[in-house]
């Protein structure tokens, strides 16, 4: 086996772990849609209402931006200002999009990792919960969230790069559309 194919393996198991979890996180927004509908008509149709449910609002919401992030990448649904990508070729798109992995997703993330740290293991640490009455127990698992999404996107920026190496050194033409 060539280290082409391990790469390349390496890549297509990342690919199918982040597609695994976007993939889930997508039935987040049925529930968070739900939910919400559900709030505002307690709300105004029999004056009810809870803090549990609207938190666990905010907590899908934080899930599928931060635990999608990944799988948007993969499939390059990102914000792009496209001027003139979209007239470059196959191999000056993937230089692009490695130097921009390279030097700044990959040291963004591994900031965002550097930072929240301990935020998130002091949270964990004192099972921190909502401030608010009622509130969910659960904070530090939303502030995991941010763990999980900068561990998520650095994994798919090494297995983008990976991908854009490929179609540079020219064994690959690459999944982009």
């Known amino acids: 086996m060539s280290l082409v194919d391990v790469v390349s393996i390496i890549s297509k198991s990342i690919d199918i772990i982040n597609k695994k979890i976007g ?19 307690l709300r105004y149709g029999f004056n009810l209402g809870w803090i549990a449910m609207q938190e666990s609002v905010i907590y899908l919401h934080a899930a599928v931006f931060l635990l999608g992030s990944a799988y948007t990448l993969q499939h390059d649904g990102h914000v792009r200002v496209d001027v003139f ?6 191999k000056r798109k993937a230089l692009v999009n490695l130097v ?22 002091e949270s964990w640490q004192t099972l921190e919960s909502s401030r608010e009455s009622g ?4 904070l530090y698992v939303l502030k995991s969230f ?18 854009n190496l490929l179609i540079l050194s020219g064994h690959s033409q690459g999944a982009r559309k």
């Open 146 to 163: 941010i763990l999980l999404f900068s561990f998520t996107m650095l994994l798919q920026g090494i297995s983008e790069a990976i991908k």
């Open 135 to 138: 509130g969910l127990p659960f």
């Open 23 to 41: 993939e889930w996180v997508s039935y987040f927004t049925f529930f968070m849609a739900a939910l919400t509908f559900v709030i505002v008509a």
């Open 85 to 90: 990508y979209r007239r470059f070729s196959q």
């Open 100 to 121: 921009g992995t390279l030097f700044l997703l990959l040291p963004i993330m591994i900031f965002i990792t550097w930072v929240s740290w301990h935020y998130v293991i």
